[in-house]
Every structure is written in structure tokens, then in C-alpha cells.
């Protein structure tokens, strides 16, 4: 397959595959935009450093032997900055998170989440933030005083973080359960500890001017394709590529993607039960009145139960017992005429097994054409 037969979106999600945090967040940004592979090629070079032209490389020669044999080497930590798992401390409170080192910072970010559970306050502060995605972008926060040390050392230096700013939420996600799982592969890991944290999400971003962590105290390599774990003050960090992904299956689309989104963003636990919203193809549906065919429905189903009495009783009997569990409720004559966009009418009727005489449920008649 030669480069000509992929368009630019086909660029984009292989390009997607590639990157992982913030450069991979400001390339999706790019995915609705007409041309926006090419300014998406420029993101992890600009973001990252000139080890990420690899990645353009690989995408723009989508012809490669690489990609035809359907294996592609995925450059985790050569596309994004590095994570540790810490001890952060604020106002006598103590969490175990997630830190960032990230080289494009020039000051420190605190998560809300992570301000609230260490009672953190401050003076409110108004920053000015410039990313390969959006420039002078002004966000309204505080400024706030922690400390933070390594999980793993039994005398752990701790480094004061002053003055770091807390407004938005950091929303960058985590990717390091292939390193985890792919420990047992490599003997030079084996020691290396993986502790586990309360706040499983990054909480704090650190800037590279906190010199202290960017001094190695050891080194661990072994091969030119296995992954370094190089130790500082707070830990292990990984570099070089973390394995290889499989992308013999087809990419996400942009709608997979949209529904996944919509599920992790309402997806929850109430009463001892998940819910989440439902995966409306548009934003705001408009769906057509079917209440006719649905008392068309309904007049065949009064016939069927005229003709037989028995099944009349058990079928009533089903649908009080989904009253009483909270399944269905009767709505009151002022309900009954409330019209909206998203009023769907669901015809029903009763469905009998052959291999079960006597036994049937109602069927909910959710389709319909109009």
C-alpha cells in the first residue's frame, strides 16, 4: 500500500497511536480540522524535542515495511513527558499520586482534586498560558505551597514546591500499565518497585527548573530495545519505547471515540447501580412522534388479551411487578401530555417459548421506521 492511499485522516489516527499526553491531547484538537495533519506533524517536534521525528517520519512514509507487516513500535516515553509515582504533602495532609516532569512547563501545576484533599488555599492568581494548541489563554486560580518526596526511598529527599499555581484540572492520561505489565520481560526490572498510589491520575506537573529532578542517581539498561529506568530524587521514570502495539485492527472512528468519551464522562454508581447517559448519535435528538403507531400497537395487544383471558392476567401481573420495582411507573394525565424532542412511545407485546408452555415476557418494541 503506497503513501498516496491514505488520506489525512487515516494520518491522524496512526498518528494518534503514536503519542501519548499532552502532545497526543493537542493533536486530537487537530482531528475536526480541514489539513490539520500538517500542523498536527509539527506538535510532538515542537512539544517534545527533536526525537519525535520519528514519529513524523513514520507517518508521513505510511508505506513502510513497518506498518505493512501490521507492528508498530509505540515511543511512549519519547512522546511525552515523565511521570512518578510520589508522596506529596500540604497544611499536615499526606497523598500518594501521580507527578509529571514536564519540560515545556515554566511553573509548577496543582490538580483541584489534589488541592481539596490536602486543604490546600491560597491567594487567587490569574496565569497566562501559551501551549502548541492555543496561545494567551488567561485561567483564574491560586497560588499554593506543598512539598513532595519519593515513595520508594527510606529516607526520601523532599523538595519545597512554592508558590505553584492550582486552576484547571490536569486532565492527562495515564499510560503506565504496559510498562507494569510488561515487567516480567525484562531482567534488568525486576527490582524495580511499582507502588501503588491513592490518586490514581497525574496531580501535580513539575517544571524543569526544580534541577533536583532531572540529577540521576541510577541507571538501569540493558540492549538497545529495552526500556531505561532512570532513578532520581522521586523515583523511576522509563525512556526508550515500551513495547510494541498491535494495529492490525482497524482504528477507532471518530464516533467510537465520541461514544467513549460520552461514556467515561457520565458513567456512575448511584443506588448500588451503573448509569450513564444514552449514546445519542447527535447531541440534541429529534426524534419523530410514534405515538400512533404505538396505540395501533396497543389496540392488537387488547384484542390478543380479550381472546385470552389467561395471558391478560399474567401479562398485567408482570407489568405491576415492574411498578413496584421502580422498572416502569404510571404517569399521571398532566405527564401524558408533555411533548418533547425526546418522546418515544414503546409498543409491546407478549413473547411465548415453544420449550416453555405457559412462560412468556414482554417484548419492548424499541425500533421503528417512520
Not at 33 to 47: F, M, N, T, W
Not at 199 to 208: A, D, H, V, Y
Amino acid at each position: 500500500m503506497s503513501r498516496e492511499d491514505f488520506d489525512d485522516g487515516e494520518k491522524m489516527l496512526r498518528l494518534l497511536q503514536f503519542l501519548d499526553g499532552v502532545a497526543k491531547e493537542a493533536v486530537a484538537s487537530l482531528e475536526a480540522v480541514d489539513g490539520g495533519i500538517h500542523e498536527a506533524l509539527k506538535i510532538p517536534q515542537k512539544r517534545c524535542g527533536r526525537t519525535c521525528v520519528t514519529v513524523s517520519s513514520i507517518v508521513d512514509n505510511l508505506n513502510s515495511p513497518v506498518l505493512q507487516s501490521g507492528i508498530a513500535v509505540k515511543y511512549i516515553a519519547k512522546c511525552c513527558p515523565s511521570k512518578f509515582k510520589c508522596r506529596i504533602e500540604g497544611c499536615g495532609k499526606v497523598v500518594t499520586t501521580y507527578a509529571m516532569l514536564d519540560s515545556g512547563s515554566e511553573i509548577i501545576l496543582v490538580d483541584p482534586s489534589l488541592a481539596s484533599t490536602l486543604d490546600l488555599d491560597g491567594q487567587p492568581y490569574e496565569l497566562v498560558v501559551s501551549t502548541v494548541s492555543n496561545d494567551n489563554d488567561i485561567q483564574h486560580g491560586y497560588r499554593v505551597n506543598l512539598s513532595v518526596e519519593s515513595l520508594i526511598d527510606n529516607e526520601p529527599q523532599r523538595l519545597e514546591l512554592r508558590s505553584a499555581w492550582c486552576g484547571r484540572d490536569l486532565k492527562i492520561p495515564l499510560r503506565h500499565q504496559l510498562m507494569r505489565s510488561n515487567k516480567s520481560r525484562w531482567s534488568h526490572l525486576q527490582d524495580v518497585p511499582f507502588p501503588d498510589v491513592q490518586q490514581k491520575k497525574i496531580s501535580i506537573i513539575i517544571e524543569t527548573n526544580v534541577s533536583e529532578v532531572l540529577i540521576p542517581l541510577d541507571v538501569r539498561h540493558s540492549g538497545p530495545q529495552a526500556p531505561v529506568a532512570i532513578r532520581s530524587c522521586l523515583g523511576f521514570q522509563f525512556l526508550a519505547h515500551l513495547g510494541c502495539a498491535s494495529y492490525n485492527s482497524k482504528p477507532k472512528s471518530l464516533e467510537d471515540k465520541r461514544a467513549e468519551k460520552v461514556i467515561e464522562g457520565t458513567m456512575g454508581k448511584i443506588d448500588g447501580h451503573y448509569q450513564m447517559v444514552l449514546l445519542w448519535k447527535h447531541g440534541d435528538p429529534r426524534l419523530p412522534d410514534n405515538r400512533s403507531v404505538a396505540e395501533i400497537r396497543l389496540r392488537h395487544l387488547r384484542r390478543r388479551h380479550e381472546r385470552d383471558q389467561e395471558l391478560k392476567k399474567k401479562y398485567l401481573a408482570i407489568i405491576d411487578d415492574y411498578d413496584e420495582k421502580g422498572y416502569a411507573c404510571k404517569l399521571t394525565p398532566e405527564e401524558t401530555k408533555v411533548r418533547s424532542n425526546k418522546t418515544w412511545y414503546l409498543p409491546h407485546h407478549p413473547v411465548l417459548n415453544p420449550h416453555k408452555p405457559g412462560r412468556f415476557m414482554p417484548y419492548l418494541k424499541q425500533q421503528g421506521r417512520h
